[in-house]
């Protein structure tokens, strides 16, 4: 098993449970004579019971272990474990914590599949499965982290923080006078100024210098990053470490060049959440390719933009309800998929370069050498920040190159794709 104990009680949670979801506290019910009623001893057993039979049911299609030991226990010995003492019960990267004296169980981490299956078990037992809600209503603040070598994880970042920031933070601009049935959003183009953005929230640029923050619950992070071969691109991954949260809500979003996302968003997730996270929601939005320039042309366009702002706008009102979370575990799989590496030559042409210095001075990995502006093949990720912003426009991948990749890459790439929400 990859991850410890304590690492696994820090993921993402599920409760199984005898009733379909959290009870309001203000609730008109009594849920508190109804739990003690259920907690009478014979009727616990019976809970017991069905907890027992979930768990070996699983254990037909998944391999199970007990507080670490050895696979796949005799079924008898896994009921008797759990009818008398408290135990974690790993499933692959899941873990499900089971007490003698609670009516449920709860389980971490599940990937999409397990929890899925866990569901319809449980529902055969007469069990629900549901996601606490983050209660998150003393959040008034929004950042954004964003690490975005050619602009358009920076664009969409900003888009749901704008959107997220005009419903939740009191010093950001409400709907104009005479508008008050502007859409949410609707601000956000009055935003596009970076310096009222740096006042209406802070941005963490991890392509930059300043890469460290820590946050606390009262901010909503929103983390905007691209897909690279379906992951993040390891420099994001490297500076997402000095980023820092304390039960802090993060919105993960992903962007990519309409091929696939594949486990990006996951990956994202997972590290923010290692981070001391809550991941309440995510999105993988469509941008145009930033190699492929055909690819996802135009994108996000007008009705990319307005889902994006409704997903944002619709996050905040749940933050602000207390009932934000995700309903499902973000797809992609553990381990990720490899990434080998990109290895396109990013080649200079010498008589029209002016010798201006903006490569080198924006490049995120000082790949970019001196004198001459010669790439760096070993330290370059292919970033393509130097291509779209050389003045003078004279960096490029080889032409030839790039109409072979953009032929091989054609048939996953042509049609049009959706973005994706969670939440
Ligand atoms: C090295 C590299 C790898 C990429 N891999 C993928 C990919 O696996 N799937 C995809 O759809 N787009 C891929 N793209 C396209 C980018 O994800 C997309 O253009 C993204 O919006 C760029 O973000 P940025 O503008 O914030 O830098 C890749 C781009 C680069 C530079
Ligand atoms: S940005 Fe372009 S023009 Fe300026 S130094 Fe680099 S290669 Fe030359
Ligand atoms: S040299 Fe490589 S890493 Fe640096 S900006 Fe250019 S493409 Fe990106």
Not at 192 to 219: F, H, I, K, M, R
Request: glycine share 8%; aromatic share 6%; charged share 25%.
């Amino acid at each position: 098993m990859g991850m410890t104990i304590d690492e696994l009680l820090k993921t993402s949670y599920w409760v199984i449970d005898i009733l379909p979801a959290q009870v309001p506290k203000d609730g008109p019910g009594q849920y508190f004579a109804v739990e003690k009623y259920f907690l009478d001893e014979k009727r616990l057993a019976a809970i017991k019971e069905k907890h027992i039979n979930l768990v070996l049911k699983l254990n037909c299609y998944r391999k199970i272990s007990i507080d670490g030991g050895e696979s796949n226990p005799a079924p008898e010995l896994v009921a008797a474990e759990m009818r008398k003492r408290y135990l974690h019960i790993t499933v692959d990267e899941s873990m499900i914590l089971s007490e003698p004296d609670d009516a449920n169980l709860t389980i971490f981490n599940p990937d999409a599949e397990l929890l899925d299956l866990v569901r319809e078990i449980a529902a055969g037992e007469g069990l629900y499965v549901w996601k606490p809600p983050f209660d998150g209503k003393e959040v008034d603040k929004v950042s954004l982290v964003t690490f975005s070598p050619t602009g358009s994880s920076m664009a969409v970042g900003r888009r749901i923080a704008d959107a997220m920031a005009e419903l939740l933070s009191p010093k950001a601009p409400g709907p104009a006078a005479g508008a008050e049935q502007a859409e949410p959003g609707a601000a956000a183009d009055l935003h596009a100024d970076a310096a009222l953005q740096a006042e209406l929230y802070p941005v963490v640029d991890l392509c930059g210098q300043n890469t460290e923050a820590s946050y606390g619950p009262e901010t909503v992070c929103v983390f905007s990053v691209p897909c690279y071969g379906g992951r993040i691109p390891r420099t994001a991954a490297e500076r997402l470490s000095g980023v820092r949260g304390n039960s802090t809500p993060a919105v993960v979003c992903v962007t990519y060049g309409n091929r696939a996302y594949e486990d990006a968003l996951l990956e994202l997730a997972d590290l923010v959440e290692k981070n001391g996270f809550t991941v309440i929601a995510g999105c993988a939005a469509v941008a145009e390719h930033n190699i492929m320039h055909v690819f996802g042309k135009g994108r996000p366009d007008k009705q990319d933009k307005a889902q994006i702002v409704q997903f944002a706008a619709e996050t905040a009102l749940k933050i602000k309800k207390g009932n934000a979370g995700l309903l499902r575990p973000l797809p992609g799989n553990r381990p990720y998929k490899e990434w080998g590496g990109s290895s396109l030559p990013i080649e200079v042409d010498q008589t029209m370069c002016t010798n201006c210095g903006v490569c080198a001075k924006e490049c995120p990995v000082g790949a970019i050498l001196t004198p001459g502006w010669k790439t760096d093949e070993n330290a370059c990720i292919n970033c393509m920040r130097c291509v779209k912003n050389c003045p003078a426009e004279c960096r490029h991948v080889p032409k030839e190159r790039l109409r072979a990749m953009t032929e091989q890459l054609r048939a996953a790439c042509d049609s049009r794709k959706e973005n994706a929400f969670f939440g």
